[in-house]
């Protein structure tokens, strides 16, 4: 795996010498980080943040790894716990765009709080406490026909009373060191993590006021100590309760460094101070890196001078945590210090344009929403009833995947620190820095050579890996493995793969759904004489629902609940929910029709040849032809020539044998019974671009039916242009091999993908057969609008419930560049 490395810098500063070899070493090292050892990070936008026993979870999932979209995982896991992490629900999602979507349907004897965890494969190589996890408050399971109130164990820090504070001091750097001045910043909390402000001044032992303190944002702050030489100092504090309390400071070091940082403009300013009048280390050795990425290298002299200052630019870095690190020439960590990069320069712009906003009974909205940009984007947009959906909003796309996914320990609500540009802002952002540390990267470990060990390989989607037995090289030489993909709806896929002499095969990039039966025999094996030979152990690669993670390897954190009113919305209209369901259970049908639809033939044909992204699912935009349908089709020289003209947006330039097919510009994705038709490019060399001789040479009287797929197409993958392009897939007329019988061959079930279930939007413009109240709670979910150079407009239908008088939209997404945007507006 290959990954851009930001620039970097060697840097200069005050008392500096020049990079010397350690420079390469460290050059080499974060090389070898970044190529092979790449960490994803991944977060959830959910549809809402309070939910009733029985309902569904609504997710749109990023994956990221470091500051762009991800391309190593194929694959997300996602699941429900209950406090104890006990497995609830589990799904598995493929991944589209650095992207998943799915749901999950809580049960309905949960109450309390649930957990979503979600996370990759790769993800299982490093620490799990990066997975991601989110604490879902849930409303009680009725009694007396009546909701309970919510049972959690939580407290809401918004109300909360401290019974006790906790502090914890922080020396910028790491260390106190005797007769340095140092900035020390604390944090304080309750025993449940929730801040707690305070005053205070800090003694030596015997008694004398060296300085005094206070917080200034959610339980931190920050004071100046130089502390002398054998001395120890104590903190004494008062909470707003009045409670008073004690602690000791952390003893100073009698000899180190003290590093001291900051963020002024477009770069970091950084010093080394050293104690007494002969330093401990001639020079130290200066390493910032962001998301394993390294930015800058430098060698500080402190041999002639007591302080050395420096510059990290950082005009042509994302926005994101450094990680500054010095040094000892042997490679030994002696001070830290995280500070976090360019602010203002991580989101792009987006409007919403509300132009029919109708909050009556049943009534249709319309929302247009613009991206200007000419970058492609991936949004997910969530549009809620505000009066039970107006929960603090703790976390979101920007904390987690800018903040809270790389530092150690919790952070009371992160989104704060994205909420504006102010200055102030950045100085709490600061004291986060400084009261946190950086989680995913051992200096300690990766000097030494002790790299993460890889027990789980990048997926390409479902992949079925298999071993033959009793079977000698011999007999295997040349041999391949026939192989039928039999799904759920009895649609069959032939598949092929080449058996290696030791007996490993494999079928990888496929997405199914449910379970599958895969039928197989070896290749021209007429009387199955060598298949009935061999034993065959074939498994899926998706993960086991038994995963265990250690306890402790992740942490659950209470949520912000709503305002006591949200909360009694909330269950006023779970009760009516109810009362109305039981209602209609005892109704008596008068009478019952049952209306079956005939399938039409393409129906009938795309269930028969296509599968996965291919066939007609939610939210595929296609169009199917069949020869029949039009004499011109087989009246035709050949498919491009028939296809010029006739579908909007798509260019079609024939020159003798070769052509150009583009979708306003960008080449469209070519396949041939979902077989992709790319080829490697000499001109540039080593490009992967789509061949149309194929396809060219085709007699139209074998075509089946071609599907013409509007840009985006997911299926395309990492082939060509990823599908921007949109694509053609042509079918084939099913010969004798393709419809391969399976009758008598042996065969395993393999597991897929979570079923998709589309989400319920429904269209009141036709007359209403039903007489069922309508209590959507959640009035629209679309976890894929996507735009880019060609499309910056996406406008959305949905129609309002029975009484919602105020809707939330909330949207989320990112750019392929790694910029990140959050909206989010009341409508009235």
Sequence with gaps: MK?????????????????????????????????EYRQEKVYLQVDRTLYNPGETIWFKAYLFAGNFPSQISKTLYTELTDAKGKLLRRTTSPVIMSGAAGSIEIPRDVSGTVFVRS????????????????????????????????????????????TSSVIQFFPEGGDLVQDIESRVAFKSTDQNGIPVNITGEIIDLKGEKITTFKSIHDGMGIFILKPRERELYKAIWKDAQGGQYEKILPAAKPTGIVLEAGYRGSQLEFKIKRSGNSPVYPYVNVIAQMNQQLMCIAKADLEKSQVARGIIPTENSPAGIVHITALSPDGKPLAERIIFANLIDYSFIA??????????????????????????????????????????????IYSRLLLTSDIKGYVFNPAYYFSNYEDSVADHLDLVMMTNGWRRFKWDEILAG?????????ENYISISGQVHGLNKTMLAGKELNAVLELKDKHREFL?????????????????????????????????????????????????????????????????????????????????????????????????????????????????????????????HSRTILPEDDPAFLASQNLFSYLQNRIAGLQISIDGNDASITWRGIP????????????ISFNPPGKLVENPSYILSLPMSEIAMVKIFDPP?????????????????????????????????????????TAVREFYSPDYSTPDRTDIPDYRSTLYWNPFVVTDKNKHQAVLHFYNNDYTKKMKIIIEGCREDGKLIRIEKILE
């Excluded at 049943?362 to 549009?383: E, F």
């Excluded at 009478?591 to 044909?605: F, L, W």
């Design 351 to 396: 409007s919403i344009d509300a132009s029919i906003i109708d909050t009556g009974r049943r009534k249709k909205n319309i929302i247009r929403i613009d991206v200007p940009d000419t970058v492609p984007c991936n949004l997910s947009i969530a549009v809620t009833d505000a009066g039970i959906d107006a929960g603090a909003q703790e976390d979101n």
């Design 450 to 458: 002790h790299f993460p060990e890889l027990k789980y390989l990048p």
């Design 668 to 679: 469209t994705s070519l396949f041939v019974d979902e077989v992709p038709q790319s080829a």
């Design 119 to 162: 996370y990759t494969k790769w993800m299982l190589n490093f620490d799990s406490s990066f997975l991601y996890t989110k604490a879902i408050p849930i409303l009680a399971p009725q009694k007396d026909g009546k909701p309970s109130p919510v049972a959690t164990t939580q407290t809401n820090p918004l109300t909360a009373v401290s």
């Design 496 to 620: 092929n793969t080449p058996v290696l002499p030791e007996g490993k095969f494999n079928f990888e990039g496929m997405v199914f759904y449910d379970t599958a039966k895969l039928f197989y025999q070896f290749n021209k094996d007429k009387n199955k004489s060598l298949t009935s030979k061999a034993n065959f152990d074939i498994k899926s690669d998706l993960l086991a629902n038994d995963l265990y993670f250690q306890k402790g390897s992740f942490t659950f954190y209470g949520s912000l609940l709503p305002d006591t009113a949200t909360l009694e919305n909330a269950k006023e209209i779970f009760r009516i929910q109810q009362s109305e369901l039981e209602l209609h259970k005892i109704k008596t049908l008068k009478k019952v029709e049952v209306v079956t639809r005939v399938k039409s033939r393409q129906q009938q044909m795309d269930e028969e040849y296509t599968s996965g992204f291919f066939s007609n699912g939610p939210g595929v």
């Design 3 to 35: 990954f851009n490395l930001l620039k970097t810098y060697l840097v200069f500063f005050t008392a500096l010498y020049s990079p010397d070899l350690n420079a390469q070493l460290f050059t080499e090292l974060f090389t070898k980080l970044n190529n």
């Design 713 to 753: 197409f997911f299926g395309a993958g990492s082939v060509s242009y990823g599908g921007q392009g949109g694509a053609i897939s042509v079918y084939l007329k099913k010969g004798n091999e393709r419809t391969l019988l399976v009758k008598g061959l042996d065969y395993i079930t393999v597991p897929g993908y």
